[in-house]
């Protein structure tokens, strides 16, 4: 099993549009023509940039007409030896459809590598997949094997430490920035399960001593845990055209299939109820210690019943229980109401509209996450407090052999990774509403 190490340029999740379309165009070997959906295209694309919601929404469509188209050819040749005319026009007008979109795509794109702030090269999952001698021997038996090939996940943020909201590049909007695991302390491993010690009571007895006194004698109890690795992955069929393109099947499996994994990863690491396969994630119950306020308790201390002063009294009592925040998770709906937040003369309290603003609280930065429940949060020391312990990167598995695929020309994608989360001091980590009531 090779495994890699790779730099995932913000471009690279881009290029995906183009993996999906480019090459499906010749389902099941039929002969299809460029041109002949141009309108399909412009539609999708306006001024050289590209619609993100439009285009996974096409790419959704796609993969429901191949399911549909495969289970009809499937049907025919049971039913009458040969794939009927029908099915036949369908799948030339559907090949049809995404060879314009992976030409118009492919312009695209060539023009952006052309930017003087564009990577040198691509080093995204998919690119480095296409380069694996495993994926060149499935190439060169034309898919008559089934292969896995494991792609260390190693994220990364675009612009080092400014947690930005958007994915630059060309396409925007429909794409989650992963930046949790950026922040935390990730372990390789090869173990099935993790068993760790966790730190309950610490009783600190220390005093000032006496010449020739009996020194006082503190205490810790722990309590064991066991935590089993969870798997994360999904399944897609392409065609056999798709699965020997390069630039297509590399841009898929960053798009599609890299990003479908990650993206469920992440919801996981904060939500994840830790019923067996879930990982049992921060905001799990046994893994923080609720902020515990209320409005008339905040109201009490002279502050006010808003998401800064609740926020900022929570950060304050991490530090002063000696466990120093250095994060703060709150939902991107949440992100964009303190950003939007204006005081009593109606200035904007984090910056003005046009003002880059790098998403930041008390000095802390902020990972705004939809994994997050609107109207919650989460604070603590997150690199000393957890371990995220990574099992195994996305692996990528292609086989022609799944089902009905041989016989219909598709080949299945499935990509997964494993891994899983401990909290060790959940002691240190503050959990709760924004709004108390």
């Given at each position: 099993?090779k495994?890699f190490?790779p ?5 690279g999740?881009a ?6 379309v ?6 099941l ?9 141009a ?15 439009a285009?996974?929404?096409?790419l ?7 399911d549909?188209?495969?289970k ?5 040749i049971?039913?009458?030896g040969?794939i ?5 026009t369908?799948i030339?007008?559907?090949g049809t ?12 794109e060539q ?9 040198p090269a ?21 898919g008559r094997?089934?292969i896995?090939v494991e792609l260390?996940?190693t994220?990364s943020?675009?612009?080092?430490n400014?947690f930005s909201?958007?994915?630059p590049?060309?396409?925007q909007?429909?794409f989650?920035?992963f930046t949790?695991?950026?922040?935390m ?5 090869e ?9 309950s009571?610490?009783?600190n007895a220390?005093a000032?001593?006496?010449e020739?006194a ?5 205490s810790?109890?722990?309590?064991p845990?066991?935590?089993?690795m969870s798997t994360v992955?999904h399944?897609?069929?392409?065609t056999?055209?798709l ?18 994994v990650?993206?469920?990863?992440e919801?996981?690491?904060?939500i994840g109820n ?6 049992k ?5 046994d ?9 008339a308790?905040?109201a ?11 926020i900022?009294?929570?950060i ?18 949440d992100?964009?109401t ?5 005081n009593?003369?109606?200035?904007y ?7 880059n ?8 930065p ?23 312990w990574?099992?195994e ?14 016989q ?16 060790e001091?959940?002691y240190?980590?503050?959990?709760g ?5």
């Open positions: 099993m495994r190490i730099h995932i340029p913000a471009r999740w290029l995906l549009a183009l993996a999906l480019a090459g499906i165009a010749q389902a070997g039929f002969d299809v023509h460029p041109g002949a959906a309108g399909v295209a412009g539609a999708l694309l306006v001024s050289g940039e590209i619609d993100g919601a285009i996974m929404k096409a959704d469509n796609v993969e429901r007409n191949i549909t188209m495969s009809k050819a499937t049907e025919d049971a039913n009458m040969k009927s005319a029908d099915t036949k369908a030339e007008t559907l459809e995404q060879r314009t979109l992976a030409d118009r795509l492919l312009q695209i023009k952006g590598a052309q930017q003087a702030d564009a990577p691509d080093e995204s999952l998919g690119a480095q997949f296409i380069k694996s001698s495993r994926f060149e021997d499935f190439r060169k038996q034309d094997i089934k896995r260390k996940n994220v943020n675009a612009v080092a400014t909201e958007r994915r590049g060309l396409v909007g429909a989650r920035v949790l695991e950026d922040l302390t990730s372990i390789p491993t173990a099935p399960s993790i068993e760790w010690t966790r730190e009571v610490f009783t220390a000032e001593v006496a020739g009996t020194r006082a004698q503190s810790i109890t722990f309590t845990g066991v935590m089993a992955g399944i897609i069929k392409i056999s055209q699965s020997k393109d390069n630039a297509a099947m590399a841009a898929y499996i960053n798009l599609r299939m890299e990003y479908g990650n993206l469920k990863f919801n996981q690491l904060i830790g019923t067996s396969p879930n990982i994630g921060l905001a799990h119950v893994n923080y210690v609720p902020h515990g306020y209320t409005a308790s905040l009490a201390l002279g502050l006010r019943n808003n998401m800064f002063d609740v900022g009294k929570t304050g009592d991490c530090a002063a229980a000696d466990s120093p925040a250095d994060v703060i998770i709150v939902n991107t709906v992100w964009w303190l950003r939007l937040a204006k009593d003369t109606g200035e309290i984090l910056g003005k509209p046009g003002d603003v790098i998403p930041m609280l008390f000095g802390l902020v990972v705004a996450s939809n994994a997050m429940p609107v109207g919650k949060f989460w604070t603590g020391p997150l690199r000393i407090a957890a371990t995220l990574r099992r990167g996305v692996a990528i598995d292609l086989s022609d052999s799944d089902g009905d695929n041989f219909n020309g598709l080949v299945t994608v499935r990509a997964e990774r494993r891994g899983a989360l401990t909290v001091k959940p240190a980590c503050r959990y509403d924004l709004k108390p009531a």
